[in-house]
């Protein structure tokens, strides 16, 4: 089956220091997204990319870093630069490289605590 | 600051009944989108509208949309308990080339038996 597959599903690290969520995608889709997830705040978007190799920032870039060197993969790094790490972090694709013109496919997150 | 506001934060209603969740926007669209999201899990596609669309039907679903309002409505029939699940709307900017969507806070559903 086609999907999105993000691991590990839950993740503990020590402050400081870095840290890397994997996303995987077999649904050939162009665009693959960063969302991250707190209580009663809805989904952010952390980073985008269009295409391979380049990718933008969304409205929370701050302290994350992604790279886009396979079509399939779009791994996202909490660095120790972000004050708050600990969060539900969403991974996602759409086959068409304008988000709000096709569904987005959701992996099922990543839980990361950070202490 | 988020551009879908959904409406009301939480719901609680029995099997049968039905459930209305309303989401506004600030901003002029070219689609609209609701999710549902099962605690822990991921967010499912549930139903895109355009904005030259009123209205759309997928099973128990019914979407509206009222561009002049800036506002949509997901209406579930005759709910179940698996309907249990928090429910987003989402949209994009109008301006042909954004390529994010931004989420509301949702609406938490539960369906009791």
């Known amino acids: 089956d086609g999907g999105i597959t993000q691991s590990p599903k839950y993740l503990f690290r020590k402050e400081g220091q870095n840290v890397t969520l994997s996303c995987e995608q077999n649904?050939?889709?162009?665009?693959m997204y960063w969302y991250r997830q707190d209580p009663g705040q809805g989904l952010r978007l952390i980073y985008y990319s269009q295409i391979v190799n380049d990718f933008q920032k969304g409205d929370i870039a701050e302290g994350y870093s992604v790279s886009r060197e396979k079509k399939e993969s779009f791994p996202l790094t909490v660095t120790s630069a972000q004050k708050n790490p600990t969060a539900f972090y969403l991974c996602?694709?759409?086959?068409?490289?304008?988000?709000?013109?096709?569904?987005?496919?959701f992996g099922n997150g990543t839980r990361l605590t950070v202490t | 600051s988020q551009q879908g506001e959904e409406d009301p934060q939480a719901l609680s209603i029995q099997e049968g009944e039905n459930a209305t969740m309303n989401c506004s926007y600030k901003t002029s669209i070219n689609n609209l989108q609701w999710y549902r999201q099962n605690s822990g899990r991921g967010l499912v596609h549930l139903i895109l509208i355009r904005s030259n669309e009123r209205e759309k039907h997928s099973g128990r679903l019914r979407v509206t949309l009222d561009t002049s309002k800036k506002s949509s409505s997901l209406l579930i029939t005759a709910s179940r308990a698996a309907d249990t699940a928090s429910y987003f709307c989402?949209?994009?900017?109008?301006?042909?080339?954004?390529?994010?969507?931004?989420f509301g806070t949702g609406t938490r559903l539960q369906v009791t038996l």
């Open positions: 989402a949209t994009g900017l109008n301006t042909g080339t954004a390529s994010k969507l931004t």
């Open positions: 996602a694709s759409s086959i068409d490289r304008t988000a709000e013109n096709s569904p987005l496919h």
């Open positions: 649904l050939n889709h162009d665009a």
